[in-house]
Nanobody
Framework: QVQLQACGGGFVQAGRSLRLSCAAS????????MRWYRQVPGKERELVAA???????NYADSVKGRFTISRDNAKNTVYLQMNSLKPEDTAAFYC???????????????WGQGTQVTVSS
């Protein structure tokens, strides 16, 4: 199996920074896209940022210029550097990845557990 372990959430004041990380472990041959989503109670989960194996990125408009997604392919880890945090960034953040478990296998999408980010005004 494959597990995604996210960490780095916490409680911060507006304007401060946090760095999330998510490490994939288990039976992994290759990981393609890795993503961060966030969700607040009563709303749909939304895509925050995504990164390909080659490092191409895309961001939600609400976080452009403030958040940076990166990855370490050797460690199967994705990061989300969040700067200039705002109260509206408060959410549970989830990592997500497309994983190939064997060379001849099929792609499977995996989710990590959420890590809570709370930003006070």
């Amino acid at each position: 199996q494959v597990q995604l372990q996210a960490c780095g959430g916490g409680f911060v004041q507006a304007g401060r920074s946090l760095r999330l990380s998510c490490a994939a472990s288990g039976n992994i041959f290759h990981i393609s896209a890795m993503r961060w989503y966030r969700q607040v109670p009563g709303k749909e989960r939304e895509l925050v940022a995504a990164i390909t194996t080659g490092g191409s990125t895309n961001y939600a408009d609400s976080v452009k210029g403030r958040f940076t997604i990166s990855r370490d392919n050797a460690k199967n880890t994705v990061y989300l550097q969040m700067n200039s945090l705002k109260p509206e960034d408060t959410a549970a953040f989830y990592c997500n990845a497309d994983v190939l478990r064997t060379r001849l296998g099929s792609w499977t999408n995996y989710w990590g557990q959420g890590t809570q980010v709370t930003v006070s005004s």
